[in-house]
């Protein structure tokens, strides 16, 4: 299917990255299925896409108009039956092979044999995401960067058996979204997390073995390296769970010794110190004292 056929996207997961998805999709004047089993999850999302179109109207950046055009776009739906009538999809659900797995095998007998189903992972291997279908040609990474709403760059990953017409239909989509779409292959961690998660790890080793404090490192790199955020306030942005995952993934991929995981990193997963999202990381969220 060609993305200039393209009417209705369908979103699966409303998380933080299915909600920005099915905003930029809705701004982007498509009509857009968004799925999540768990009904509050979908009440939550549909009023944070809701207060982020808002913030843009208050600072100027969007008519009014366009607005509430964007939301009536979007359609929350429990069940899995109305994807049928989307004309692509894109997966956002936990970053987890088994439930991506599992997902994508219902997806291929819910939707249309024409549809291409894209997966919004980070790391994971397309090509077996994709080995849970029937439609192997048709499937293919289409890895969206937080926050979906303002970050320009999609990573688009060719699966071992991805077609040059899912490639192209998908960059034209992401184009049409307002989105810079990149080509990586399917090897552990794209390009983006190849090249982004040793950084973070050597940054973590460079706190774990006295190297410097913690602001340091961080100041190093904003100013020196002119990077917006420091490395170990990155990690925590992305959060530590997330980081350790993707770095066991290219570990195990590559057998390399070079993307071994911090000591320190595991530790604060252990921990239960992932970052912003449960209060504490690197940095402290709550009385942000913290001073490592």
Not at 58 to 68: F, N, V
Not at 244 to 266: Q, S
Request: proline fraction near 5%.
């Amino acid at each position: 299917m060609e993305q200039s056929s393209l009417k209705t996207i369908g979103v699966v997961g409303s998380g933080q990255m299915g909600r920005g998805i099915a905003q930029v999709a809705a701004q982007g004047g498509l009509s857009v299925l968004l799925h999540d089993q768990d009904a509050a999850a979908l009440q939550a999302a549909a009023a944070f896409i809701e207060s982020s179109l808002k913030r843009q109207v208050e600072k100027g950046a969007l008519p009014e108009a366009a607005r509430a055009a964007a939301i009536a776009r979007i359609r929350p739906i429990a069940e899995s039956g109305p994807l049928a009538d989307a004309d692509f999809v894109i997966e956002a659900v936990s970053e987890s092979l088994a439930v991506k797995a599992r997902v994508f095998a219902a997806l291929d007998g819910a939707c249309r044999p024409e549809v291409i189903l894209a997966s919004n992972t980070s790391s994971l291997p397309i090509t077996k995401i994709a080995s849970a279908t029937r439609r192997p040609d048709r499937v293919v990474g289409m890895h969206f960067m937080n926050p979906v709403p303002v970050m320009e760059l999609v990573e688009i990953v060719a699966g071992q058996a991805t077609s040059a017409a899912t490639l192209e239909t998908t960059r034209g989509l992401a184009k049409s979204l307002g989105k810079t779409p990149v080509v990586a292959q399917d090897y552990p961690g794209f390009i983006s997390n190849r090249i982004l998660m040793p950084m973070i790890n050597e940054a973590i080793y460079a706190l774990y073995e006295g190297a410097g404090r913690r602001d340091d490192i961080d100041t190093v790199m904003r100013l020196g390296m002119r990077h917006p955020m420091g490395p170990l306030a990155l990690a925590d942005f992305i959060g530590l769970d997330t980081c350790l995952a993707i770095l066991e993934i290219l570990h195990d991929g590559f057998g390399d010794p070079k993307y071994r995981p911090c000591p320190l990193l595991r530790r604060m997963v252990d921990a239960g110190h992932l970052g912003k999202k449960s209060g504490r990381g690197f940095y402290d969220y709550g009385s942000r004292d913290s001073s490592r």
